[in-house]
């Protein structure tokens, strides 16, 4: 197979999230000849959202996602109508930073105050996401906001997401939006789907229904020691990241291959040697 | 619902195996009056075959299944080899012990000498557990040994088990056992499969098919510390197995109870204490 185009390279700022500001981020990636990149909303509100944007505009950066969106279920109807509010927030600044969609990670049961989930009711939750994203998309499609569904790994089905196959997202965006594949549609995270035997599949009705919205790439370390801070670099774990990227290619997506890693390994490595990374990991290994 | 019926919990020795020997946890079995148990083979070894199925034959208990067989994929045809004489032994264990079915972890991705994943060929792993499955059923269907595959948890899909849904599990009995639902079925452990949206259909079509051989549970913790040895007693963490259990039942299952719980917390605790809280949860929170 050969080595994608490197233009293509886009950075998840949570991948250098310890070392920089969302404006070294910046410099760092013009440093480094990188045309991409993913900021979170905690990042870009640090810095003000007006600030980050024009910083992305000058340096020439494709946003190819922001994150995030989401978080739908609540114990009450106030907690949910807080979510909407977020999200409706979230889409004006992901316009406002000419993002290519705002990302959605859906959430999980809904949580008590001290943030412990507060449900074992994985269907309701699942209703509750159904809904906020019907609710979402009326704010988002005409504001002209692509909404890109992550589903999340299974093991983070009560905590974060409670959409966890590509197969569960695109169900939801056939019910959902069916006759306008512009208005919602995926993320392709390797890190939360690699392990799914209907993947290729998977992968092949989202681009024949023109959903592909999003491409993240990092890899699954073995052993894997935590569960939320434990990715591998693109060429450490056993993910067969071309192999992925050939089922993205050939469903037609044409879109950026965003690096998002979250690592204590490398959130602790000199931030420069990370995009190096990025860069020497995304030719050769993925 | 009502409570289960306290005769069906059976108790998988691993929950005890830091404590007791396989001896000492049938007679605690007898103490606390369970009368299911489910023994692992190096704690049987330990013990040695013949006394151990002497000790579980004159307790009187249910054997809910004998853990275990699989970890089919190698990297060359020796290793499958060695694989397969390993299953026949098992199998062979599983008759002395008169196990309802001998379980299936199939294995993941291939590893080297140190046991590290050497390979990234999920999609071969697969083929190689098929091919080691289509095998094994040669020789433990005329020996009467029924084989249960567990569908693993996703996170588990690199080093422990590629099958890793109730529907993947499925295609592969219908496939390699199409007219005998006798030979080849599953195991359902709630802890692998609870975040699935289609479980319930899953179980359904297991049911149907006459294919439901076992039953584990135990819950899931938020947070869970560990990918391996953090799972959770009944009740303290966010599965909902009194529904689970409904569509078990829905589907025909009138099996045991098998209590599974890896944990360091529950390893450190006094075993008569441990099992006193299995048959408590069992009625109350399962």
Redesign the interface.
């Known amino acids: 197979m050969t080595s994608p185009d490197p233009a293509l390279l886009s950075i998840n700022t949570a991948t250098l999230r310890r070392q920089w500001t969302l404006p070294q981020i910046v410099q760092g990636l013009a440093r480094h000849g990188i045309r991409g990149i993913s900021p979170w909303r905690d990042q870009v509100a640090s810095a003000g959202l007006a600030h980050s944007a024009r910083c992305i505009r000058e340096a020439g950066l494709s946003v190819s996602g922001y994150c995030r969106g989401g978080m739908f279920p609540a114990l009450d109807a106030g907690g949910r109508a807080q979510a909407r509010d977020d999200n409706r927030r979230a889409v004006d600044e992901a316009l406002a930073i000419a993002a290519r969609c705002l990302v959605l990670v859906v959430g999980g049961?809904p949580k008590d105050a001290q943030g412990?989930?507060a449900s074992?009711?994985?269907a309701g939750a699942?209703a509750m996401v159904r809904d906020g994203l019907a609710d979402l998309i009326e704010y988002a499609k005409p504001a002209g906001m692509p909404l890109a569904i992550e589903p999340l790994?299974?093991?983070y089905?009560?905590?974060r997401a409670?959409v966890?196959?590509l197969a569960?997202a695109l169900d939801l965006c056939d019910a959902l939006a069916p006759d306008d594949a512009h208005s919602l549609g995926v993320a392709v995270d390797v890190y939360h789907v690699?392990?799914?035997?209907a993947l290729e599949a998977g992968i092949a009705r989202a681009g024949a229904g023109g959903r592909l919205f999003a491409y993240h790439i990092c890899d699954?370390l073995?052993?894997?020691?935590d569960?939320l801070n434990d990715r591998g670099m693109m060429g450490d774990?056993?993910?067969?990241l071309a192999?992925i990227r050939g089922w993205m290619d050939a469903a037609g997506y044409r879109g950026q291959h965003e690096v998002e890693i979250f690592s204590e390994r490398w959130w602790k490595t000199d931030p420069d040697v990370v995009l190096a990374t990025c860069k020497s990991r995304h030719a050769s290994a993925s």
């Not at 073995?222 to 020691?225: D, F, I, L, Q």
């Open positions: 049961l412990r989930p074992r009711d994985l699942r790994h299974p093991m089905a009560a905590d409670c966890n196959t569960q690699w392990w799914d035997p699954w073995v052993p894997t020691t569960l774990g056993v993910v067969d192999r």
